[in-house]
Every structure is written in C-alpha cells, then in structure tokens.
C-alpha cells in the first residue's frame, strides 16, 4: 500500500516500523 510506502519513508523510524507492522495486520494486505 501506499501508505505503507509513505510511513518507511518517515524519518521516525521506530513509529515507522509500529506502523508498517499495523499496515501488515490489515485484511486483504498480503504478508
């Protein structure tokens, strides 16, 4: 997704990776 996209691009890299994790948990997202 491309708000997964645009989260690794944050410079806050622990939120970023939280947040990567929340964007895999999401239903119809492939692992």
Avoid: E, F, N, W
Avoid at 13 to 19: G, I, K, N, R, V
């Amino acid at each position: 997704m491309l708000v997964c996209l645009l989260v690794l691009a944050s410079k806050h890299a622990a939120q970023s990776l939280l947040m990567y994790k929340i964007c895999l948990s999401l239903p119809g997202h492939p692992h």
